[in-house]
């Protein structure tokens, strides 16, 4: 703190403002970025594409017609829920590298993937007095 600020509690004020007004700018932007995500994958054999959003929610499912000369609606169903898996793990990579400056990648994934132990653990791990320190 300068000698100026010291004397000027509005000038810490003004600095706290410019800085909360800066973190919630790139929250915003952020969020933004996570909420514009939207991953595709291609099953093996390339008959079944699954585009997926930020919340892994399916998006978009093509079909190719050639699924129709060898009908075997269980195959297709695997290959889609396959395919889908897929493009939501894609999705969660994603969503890992847009928040790796806020959050750990680990942390991050887990919490994305649905892994609460994972979470669970890693906040008990951060919870002071745990192994001594803090």
């Known amino acids: 703190m300068t000698e100026k600020e010291e ?10 403002r410019e800085a909360f007004i800066g ?44 699924i129709y000369r060898r009908p075997d609606a269980r195959a297709l169903a695997e ?5 889908v898996r897929e493009a939501r793990a894609k999705a969660v990579e994603e969503l890992t590298e847009v928040f790796e400056s806020i959050a750990p990648p680990e942390q991050m994934a887990a919490h994305l993937g649905g892994d609460l132990d994972s979470v669970l653990e890693q906040l008990a791990g951060e919870q002071p007095g745990k192994d001594g320190s803090r």
Do not use: F, N, W
């Not at 290959?79 to 395919?83: F, N, P």
């Open 7 to 16: 004397s000027d509690p509005g000038a810490l004020t003004d600095e706290l």
């Open 23 to 66: 973190a919630q700018g790139e929250t915003l932007a952020l969020r933004d970025r996570a909420l514009a995500v939207q991953t595709t994958a291609k099953s093996r054999d390339g008959m079944v594409a699954a585009t997926v959003g930020a919340q892994g929610e399916l998006i978009r499912l093509d079909l190719d017609p050639r």
């Open 79 to 83: 290959s889609i829920i396959g395919t």
